[in-house]
């Protein structure tokens, strides 16, 4: 059972708006969020497994004020009361959500987190998110249920593979069926979409914000795009082909390792806003709603069509070169705006009008 | 005929200097052209077709004081007096001019416009624009005139292709034969250069502006450097070789879906700054010059000679990183400067030594 | 025998700490030199061969007080006597080091220079560097003596190769003999990590600052992240395999012209930090000490470990992305700080406090 929002909503109602702390995992995306929170006047408290990371030294600004050490990630529900009592609000990141177990997170921490944590139910299971994206318009590569079914390129994903390992691209039947071999390992498979990756990133607002486009259930703007760095299938065609390397026993992988920076054609946003609409329209159908960052992973065609393979219902990496602003956020906003400042600067919006309970669960 | 100067200039002397609107069509560039707009204190309007896009609300720095919301861009002839009334000055961009038909822009669009327009003719004609860069002095990939005379590389470019498709490359006479096939369409053919693409962005002045390496017709900056994503092009080989993929039927393309900022090896920009002067001083010698945004669209080899296949004569998309100014405008310019603002900046520079007919056409 | 330091100090102490002038050859990172200099207050003064290069007059607040117009590199020992009254400290860089001969700048230039010039011998010499980086705890790709112990990739590079150009891959044994040929050309030999490549850019100082993470020898800080654009490679895909263009005689080249913003993901910081502050406190064992910028050359492999291939261990080209600062260096400083703006304040804190020796010699 999702910690339900009636049990978050009471601790809040005690906490003092003048004095809240956010607080995250140091990890991820935390120094942008950590920097961002004191740039709206926030407190800051970082939690660490094993010992305070000595390379937060290097960078004052982002070092939160304080630090929770902990041995290990299961240690936080024992410290509900004691984050509680210093007006903590959780940033839920990438890192965060793993390292804790997403169910975990969901059903069992007690302790009031920005965004809306029902989205962690619909977004790790591949049939709920196509239930929401696709149920709510916007374009996704095909599923292939069956390898005869083969006719186009097809990304094969392992059954709990994780971190950019135990994928592989097919061009064919054949191929498929050369890749997956003898092992009887369960998989699921998708059209394979033949083009360039983007990966822009949203906020959500429940409020009607005034810097930002209008959808049925709040407000929502786009911050910055990037593309991801995936090792090693990134710079494999350096050393021969992927065939060739195979053969040699090394299998492509897909593991993020960093981002670059990128911005979209702009005749291309009309459609990235209208799925970003659409993805937010349908939350609020399914679950209470899409609230704060999320990202939109796909690839462009050269029909210049967006297909979206992914989403992440919450703040992703693929922000942290945009800690001084984006190329996008610097026409929403008269401050370099980050994603992590923009989590902060809703908070405190929220509280100026006296409705954090609208961001927090 | 292009549209003569003479009824330009006569038009512009009745406009009021300060109640200057800046005008363009809501696509390409336009964001940053109708923020640097505003930046400079001018009023902008934006052309749309159909209805006002949507997303320019999450923009509010961008989004223009008022829209023009036309049926389709022929329309934008009609309404040359209700535009003039409102002392317009438009800025062409790569979509404006490919949506209105580069020879309707050029000689029936009678409304005043930032720039030369004889640049058209000289940038969409291959002969054209070989003879204005070549004969000025900037190196090119040579052009193959036959078949036979195949040595090395080439890059097929069918009669009509546009939009990044309908090219192909062939390392071999033997690979031409095949890819070329039966068809029986034209073509031209370029030695294929094989290197790492650059795409330098200038703006060239008709002043002897005192920021700026003086040439023989005014002045010339580098304002950033981009590269094209280009799809499906960029990430086919993590699928295949590209005749491997060919073979299933798929086509490479060179369709742009955005772009990602890069900075040019410091020793390199000599050559680059040489190649702009000479299009700067060949442009006033055939066309009473070159005034505004160009881009000189090339690649560097491991010989670290760099070879322009192309020339953009207005503001190119590849600016769009940086609205907020590049690692080379902070050089130039004491506040950020887009490339759109820059232009703002020369209209308002113009009026400010009661020159404007020197920038407009 | 190096130029002593104490000969160099002798010199300083005659200089005006009110008058220094920051002087560097005009290429490779002189923009961001020049410009980071004046924004602290610094004059500078440009070395150019042959003439004043045209463009930095389109580069305004880079281009500096004064040039010294030489007719080869060999000259500035020459001009000693007059770069010492003019109370001149030079920086190093790339171009500077290479044009004049790292041994000729080590051993015979006896003008004021910022770092340790020990670091020269310790980076241009491959068993040398090795010592340095591993001997202090940094991952390496490990070295392959002999032909016949090649079990995976290896990188060969022929002795004498530079700037990107006499180097070869080879996946396997058979096809390293295939490509070795019969030359006789000698040749070292690695493993070749297959991964994407970081370039980290680092900033040492002898003193304990207060925004830096803490060294036994003093203390480090992260400046910003790019990738090298090296062609042919880059875009050699394109045109067929790496097999195949080799076939028509096209060699891959390594030669670097440009580079792209990137960041790291933020799991790995504290990785890179490590290896950062290994490389300080060995440098302090072995040659007094690692001073001023340093770059971390490598790879990141999809089980996330970085192998640094290379240092250097003065400022890298990889910095001018980031002439208004990076999204590190926001977290770190409170103006925009480039690598070249930090040199210049390391010597304006270190004569703050009386200690410009310790950043000279």
Same sequence: chains 1, 2, 3.
Avoid at 156 to 164: L, N
Avoid at 189 to 213: H, I, W
């Amino acid at each position: 059972m999702v910690v339900s929002k009636e049990e978050i909503h009471k601790i809040i109602e005690n906490y003092d708006p003048k004095k809240i702390t956010i607080a995250t995992v140091c990890s991820h995306s935390a120094l942008q969020t950590f920097y961002g929170a004191r740039q709206e006047g926030f407190k800051t408290l970082g939690i660490a497994i094993g010992s305070i990371p000595k390379f937060y030294d290097a960078f004052p600004k982002a070092k939160p004020d304080e630090f929770l050490v902990l041995n290990n990630y299961a240690e936080i529900l024992d410290k509900a009361d004691e984050l509680i009592k210093k007006n903590v609000i959780l940033i839920p990141n990438g890192s965060f959500v793993e390292y804790m177990g997403a169910e975990i997170f969901r059903d069992k921490l007690k302790i009031p987190t920005f965004g809306n944590r029902k989205v962690l139910s619909w977004e790790s299971d591949r049939n709920k998110q196509r239930e929401w994206l696709e149920g709510g318009g916007v374009r996704m590569p095909a599923v292939i249920k069956h390898p005869r079914d083969i006719k186009n390129p097809v990304i094969v994903k392992y059954f709990g593979a994780k971190g950019g390992r135990g994928f592989f691209v097919a061009k064919n039947k054949e191929e498929f069926y050369n890749k997956i071999g003898s092992t009887g390992q369960k998989f699921t498979m998708q059209e394979y979409v033949l083009g360039t990756r983007y990966y822009p990133q949203f906020f959500a607002s429940p409020f009607k914000r005034d810097n930002a486009m209008q959808t049925k259930s709040g407000s929502v703007q786009l911050m910055s795009i990037d593309r991801r760095d995936e090792t090693n299938i990134d710079e494999m065609y350096k050393m021969g082909t992927i065939e060739d390397m195979r053969k040699q026993g090394f299998v492509p992988s897909f593991v993020v390792t960093g981002n670059v920076p990128v911005v979209l054609r702009e005749s291309l946003l009309p459609e990235i806003f209208d799925f970003a609409e659409k993805t937010c329209d349908k939350a609020k159908e399914l679950f209470d709603g899409m609230i704060g960052p999320f990202c939109l992973e796909g690839v462009y065609t050269d029909q210049l069509k967006f297909y979206v393979f992914e989403i992440s219902g919450r703040i992703v990496a693929g922000t942290n070169p945009f800690i001084s602003g984006s190329p996008y956020s610097a026409l929403t906003f008269d401050k370099q705006m980050s994603t992590g400042r923009r989590i902060a600067e809703e908070i405190r919006y929220a509280i100026s009008i006296n409705q954090l309970k609208e961001v927090i669960s």
